[in-house]
């Protein structure tokens, strides 16, 4: 059992500390922010001497310390492996241990912690081609704040209520005309509910329809963090797997009459992490087979106002009107990463379902944030703010995609003309990629955090806005050759 930090005893000043130590101190830090996580090889210890400047003897003293304490296991004559940490195991009401043991265990392992505590500690979005949002300086501070001006010459009284279940009724309307021009029909007061966010709307979903043991498919890869949410529900997520044209809808099928799922969730519009975008014959086929199958479709569209007109894309919802799907959208990737205001058109007994368990889980979401974004969507400046984040992607689209290329990496498919992110083939394993980063200050996201099982991939996400380091192409192209130099 791995002892907690807070009970290893340390010196007062870290200047008292030996060699060892600092070496044990630091992998421990490394294993508990998840950079180097359950089951994977540590460093060798001639390459971990050489990086840190310390003796071979130093290395094996630090991880024979790090295995007493419970974080690695010594394989002989393989190396060093980050221990499997493993929580005791939960029993149903009524059932024996022996029960419990022989039950099917349900898919709970999915961790996305790594990622997201060094998503809330990158101090420079330039050291953060792994974060999922737009950097700060890209953003427009002044149209939240002049709604927040507007919204104080208000009487404070109307701000003093408790709130509705399905949210506030004027962004509710002013997102209905939003919806039809998408061609999605969606009644304000009965089919369009108000979220904090794409997290919630997953969250109150998966209450509502996933039972444990029910098959929910997912992209493979796709948005981590639905991972943890479906999992810990008890889904077994199943993958979708993606081909540079979009979803592999072959697979697609064969999946469905193998697991008869309960859902399909899916960016149809810029996928995170590939980038691909459903064409109409794709979207047509998708609700063939959910018809077919008798399953619901999830269309997650938080990436859609990122899209220009005419974008060569086709939204499922546009097709079914919301008989069959469950539409997503949110804010944060235009407005705020922490103005969590979002929302779900459904067909009316949907939304009313899923409003219920909103006010089940946590009654009404924040109607002042919900003010702000009216605000903001009707006061008319935010459409030339969407388009104004749309031209600076593109300025800066190819030079990224060129970049990445000439460190070593391979692109998924030619970038779209549109979207914030690149999915790229390093060749090797990412996870020993992003440890690297994390090393030099930089917060790269592995691949492994997009499969719903976290498998070891050579693939990883870039997020082109967040790559204009100048250390980053020497960071990437020095780390894949030494990698070639040892393979060799």
């Not at 890209?138 to 701000?159: K, V």
């Not at 799922?261 to 996928?271: A, E, F, G, R, T």
């Not at 569209?301 to 990122?306: A, C, E, N, R």
């Not at 790229?424 to 997009?450: N, Q, V, W, Y």
Request: charged share 20%; net charge positive.
């Amino acid at each position: 059992m791995s002892v907690p930090l807070d009970q290893i005893p340390a010196p007062h000043d870290a200047a008292q500390l030996t060699l060892v130590d600092q070496l044990v101190q630091w992998g421990r830090r490394r294993i508990d922010e998840r950079v180097f996580r359950p089951g994977m090889r540590m460093p060798s210890i001639r390459k971990l001497a050489l990086d840190k400047g310390v003796s071979r003897f130093t290395v094996v003293e630090a991880y024979e310390r790090l295995v007493a304490h419970g974080y690695l296991d010594s394989r002989r004559g393989s190396g060093f492996y980050v221990r499997e940490r493993i929580a005791p195991t939960l029993v149903a009401k009524g059932e024996t241990p022996a029960v419990a043991a022989d039950r099917e265990p349900v898919q709970n392992t999915i961790d996305v912690v790594w990622l997201l505590r060094n998503m809330l500690h990158t101090s420079s979005p330039e050291k953060g081609p792994g974060l999922g949002y737009l950097p700060g300086r890209w953003l427009d501070g002044e149209l939240i704040t002049n709604a927040l001006r507007s919204l104080s010459r208000q009487s404070g009284a109307q701000m003093l209520g408790f709130g509705t279940p399905q949210g506030f009724l004027p962004l509710r309307q002013q997102l209905q005309t939003r919806l039809e021009e998408l061609e999605i029909g969606a009644s304000a007061a009965r089919q369009i509910v108000l979220v904090s966010g794409i997290t919630q709307a997953i969250d109150l979903i998966s209450r509502l329809y996933v039972k444990p043991g029910d098959a929910v498919i997912v992209g493979d890869p796709a948005w981590f963090q639905m991972f943890g949410r479906f999992a810990s529900q008890g889904a077994r997520l199943v993958g979708m797997p993606y081909t540079p044209d979009g979803p592999d809808l072959d697979a697609l099928e064969t999946l469905v009459a193998t697991w008869r799922p309960k859902m399909l969730i899916i960016n149809s519009v810029l996928q995170n992490p590939t980038g691909t975008s459903l064409t109409a014959a794709q979207a047509y086929r998708i609700l063939q087979l959910a018809q077919e199958y008798d399953f619901i479709v999830v269309e997650d569209d938080v990436y859609g106002d990122l899209c220009p007109a005419g974008f060569p894309a086709t939204r499922l919802a546009s097709l079914d009107q919301l008989k069959r799907v469950i539409f997503l959208g949110s804010f944060s990737k235009t407005l705020a990463a922490n103005l969590r205001v979002g929302y779900i058109a459904a067909a009316p007994e949907v939304a009313k379902a899923l409003a219920d368990q909103k006010m089940l889980v946590g009654m009404t979401s924040p109607e002042l944030n919900e003010r702000v974004v009216y605000k903001v969507l009707t006061e008319g400046h935010y459409r030339r703010h969407v388009e104004r984040l749309r031209a600076r992607l593109d300025g800066v689209r190819d030079k990224t995609a060129r970049m990445l290329e000439k460190t070593g990496l391979r692109l998924f498919a030619p970038p779209a003309a549109a979207g914030m992110f690149l999915w790229a083939d390093a060749g090797i394993d990412s996870d020993g990629l992003a440890a690297a980063g994390h090393e030099a200050g930089f917060l790269l996201t592995p691949g492994s955090l997009f499969s719903p099982h976290q498998s070891p991939t050579t693939w990883m996400r870039f997020n082109i806005a967040n790559c204009g380091d100048p250390a980053l192409p020497a960071l990437l192209s020095n780390y894949l050759e030494k990698a070639a130099r040892r393979s060799a």
